[in-house]
């Protein structure tokens, strides 16, 4: 019944376009309704998916209509029915212009409060959960320095994206030495590799461009840098199931040419074929016999990247890659010709 009467005010949602305390009223019963009925439904539903987008739209738009007054319906309860990311989405809806930075204002009470309750959320924060800390607040306010803290406290719940980026934000908020690590922001960056998960984004790895960069700040001896030895350790602990991030440090350390000589090269190149081992086996058992020449020349390109970077990295690459995969998918025949084809085995010596 609750659905259907909700149904029925969306269609005649016109009527009422302009006047606001019927629009708050739909408002604060549509989200009620949301609410009790969001635990019922079959999410993996198609068609339910598909109305709970429309019932989104409807929802943001009433929101829209009334402006940042609106949040005051959506805080507290929010968590109930909304991601993280659904929030953030209906803060920008609401309030589209941000603070101008060059000017002071007083932001609306309803929406410092919503902020605070999205950035202390124990939910899932993604990429681009610092949207809200830079697009209202300037770095010298109080509640900036409070936000940045509760997202410290509870950075197991941020995407390692989010983190990277606060940790960018907070050296360029230094007044001096914006392009040196520091403790403080390599405590967060530490976190953010904690985090590290799935394939890294581009964003993710224009980070780990900075990082580098800001951890080998002694350019005439960038390994005796303060913080690189820790960043090395930090990327083969965390990174060897992305070896595309392992990779964009390697291509970093050739435009050093101290840092290929340093052990921490040997380190890096080793990583890097055991990433490509784990990252391959994972490849060819989740794909179909019709990929598998698109991962054959994936690895092509892997083994010529290993020849490249590592030292005796293309026999590595073939004792530890292809000789794993010949052995954990030796049953896959179409496989096994195609890494006979493109991966010769050497010929045996005659033993005399």
């Known amino acids: 019944m609750l659905k259907m009467i909700s149904e029925e005010l969306r269609v005649c949602e016109r009527d009422f376009e302009d006047n606001m305390p019927v629009t708050e009223a739909m408002l604060h019963y549509c989200v009620h309704v949301y609410r009790e009925t969001k635990g019922m439904l079959d999410h993996d539903n198609l068609g339910t998916k598909r109305k709970q987008t429309a019932e989104h739209e409807f929802i943001f738009n009433l929101a829209r ?88 406290q509870n950075a197991k719940f941020y995407h390692a994206g989010a983190l990277f980026h606060l940790a960018q934000l907070q050296a360029s908020n230094r007044q001096c030495c914006r392009n040196i690590m520091d403790t403080d922001v390599f405590e967060i960056i530490t976190k953010a590799f904690e985090n590290l998960s799935a394939q890294p984004s581009q964003k993710v790895l224009d980070y780990i461009d900075w990082v580098f960069s800001t951890c080998t700040s002694n350019k005439r001896s960038p390994a005796k840098s303060p913080f690189y030895m820790k960043l090395i350790n930090m990327i083969s602990k965390h990174s060897r199931a992305h070896p595309e991030m392992l990779l964009r440090v390697l291509q970093h350390m050739e ?6 000589k340093h052990s921490t090269a040997a380190e890096l190149g080793s990583s890097l074929v055991t990433g490509y081992c784990e990252h391959f086996l994972g490849r060819v058992r989740d794909c179909g016999h019709a990929a598998y020449a698109t991962v054959i020349a994936e690895m092509q390109r892997a083994r010529l990247e290993c020849r490249h970077y590592v030292t005796n990295g293309e026999t590595m690459f073939d004792s530890e890659v292809i000789g794993a995969i010949r052995k954990v998918h030796s049953t896959k025949k179409k496989l096994m010709k195609l890494l006979s084809d493109n991966f010769p085995e050497p010929p045996k010596s005659d033993s005399v």
């Open 255 to 260: 435009t050093h040419g101290s840092l290929m």
């Open 65 to 152: 209509k009334l402006g940042v007054s609106s949040l005051r319906i959506f805080s507290d309860c929010w968590q109930q029915f909304l991601s993280c990311q659904d929030l953030q989405q209906l803060i920008v809806t609401v309030a589209p212009d941000g603070r101008d930075k060059d000017v002071e204002a007083t932001l609306a009470p309803e929406l410092v409060k919503i902020i605070g309750q999205f950035y202390v959320a124990q939910l899932r924060h993604d990429e681009d959960s610092c949207l809200l800390l830079t697009k209202y607040f300037k770095s010298s306010d109080e509640q900036y320095a409070g936000i940045v803290e509760t997202i410290r």
